[in-house]
């Protein structure tokens, strides 16, 4: 699991009482510190009086801190009133995520004055990230010992994540999308204008020079093919396309690694089948295992859905490239999440059953020996998060929604499960009326918070089920 830089701005303002003020802040700090997900950046006391921020000086100093250490998103927190100013100018001037929160009222002092008066100077630390049109979140006005203060903090730090990761992402293209495909169609500029990403092709031909061109006794193709004759699966393949799906991993690997790729899209038929002579789903399954998201039928925008996944989760776990397939036969709201045979094998319930053999579908039209490739599972169960990324005339939409991997006692083909989702037909109608396609992505947690408020920092709409 990553973690994420988050730099901590401790607002105060003058003349409400520092001694609570900096007790505020180094509780904060307390309970910010046994996050594993977070690497806390925050003013010592030797930066700044107190290690508040209080003025355009402290700002300064404090804008040098962070740029130096590269912070990923910025917490402003009202320790007492606060100061509008330098919380804005911090702010405007990182120009990363920014959760606002504040800090809960101690008893009137002995005079009868407040001590902190947070509840008010919060109104004005937001108005003034807004005025300057700045996206922001707040969490709430608490302590910082409360459960809501530590899911808050987490749930950002996957949002940072999930948008340093998303923005400036190089995608690979591997080939051209399926002929009759037209809903993996998709359109690079809104991706170069609004999130500064980059297409990076590669031609099937290409691929397949490459790939017969690999040294069989490479160290790491040899590598590849004793880690999946491990012994943990049943490999059904023959040892011509076994070497053919790794000297293929090997290729789009180094590949992705020269072209610093962030996630790719593959054709996986028919070329690879009747030019290559294997199925790449096993490969692809491989890729994504290693921490390179790969999207099946040249589906750009979902090997995107499954990159904003995977940094959201601070890479601790990887999703799985599914078709929304049928609704269950006598539950209605549980749907078959599938794919030909693509998904990590390390998301496998139970491992030895894992079979690595023939694709279920293309064996059907093409001669079997060439569609060797795939790994048939069904997929651990537990809580999991759906999503799907869509662009029309430039405006971009996420699906998010969440499920429960149900667990059934049986072997089928592909890499499946039976998803439990609260109402299956307001989905399945969302689905439709929003325009979202056949693909999706899931991947085990729920990260919908984190992954809500992605959406309003990149500019997303989030659509909720």
Known sequence: MRTVALGFLPSHRDPFNENWAVAMRDRCIKAMAGMPEVELVVPSPELTLGGLVRDDADAERVIELFCDRDIEGLLIGTMT????????????????????????????????NRLSDSFCGTLSVASALR????????????FPEEALFQDGIQDFARTCAGVNGFLQARVGMVGTRPERFETCAFSEVPLIEQFDQRV??????????????????????????????SGLYQVCMDAESL????????????????????????????AMQNVYGISSCLCMGRLTAQGMMTACEVDV??????????ETALNATVPHFIDWTIQHQEHENQFYAWHCGNAPLCLAGNPDQVKIGTHSILDRVSDPSTCQGVGEFQVAPGPVTLNRLIEEDGDFRLLITNGSIVEEDAIRRGSWSWV?????????????????????????????NSLEDLCDYLGIEAVLV
């Open 420 to 448: 439990e989702v609260p109402d299956l037909k307001l989905l399945y109608r969302t689905l439709i009326e929003e325009g979202f396609i056949h693909h999706a992505s899931m991947i085990h947690g729920d990260l919908s």
């Open 131 to 142: 005025r300057r049109g700045l996206s922001s979140r707040f969490l709430d006005i608490l």
């Open 81 to 112: 009133f606060g100061d509008e100013i330098s919380c804005a100018e911090v702010a405007s001037r990182l120009g990363v995520p920014t959760l606002l929160f504040g800090t809960k009222e101690g008893p009137f002092t002995e005079d009868g």
């Open 243 to 270: 070497l053919k799906s790794a000297k293929l991993e090997v290729v789009l690997l180094r590949w992705a690694e020269e072209k610093e790729l962030s996630c790719m899209a593959v054709q996986c038929w028919s």
């Open 200 to 229: 990076v092709q590669m031609s099937m031909a290409d691929l397949f020079a490459q790939a017969a061109a690999v040294d069989p006794k490479d160290p790491d193709v040899l590598r590849i093919l004793d880690e999946m004759k």
């Open 301 to 310: 925008l979902g090997a995107l859905t499954m990159l904003l996944q995977y």
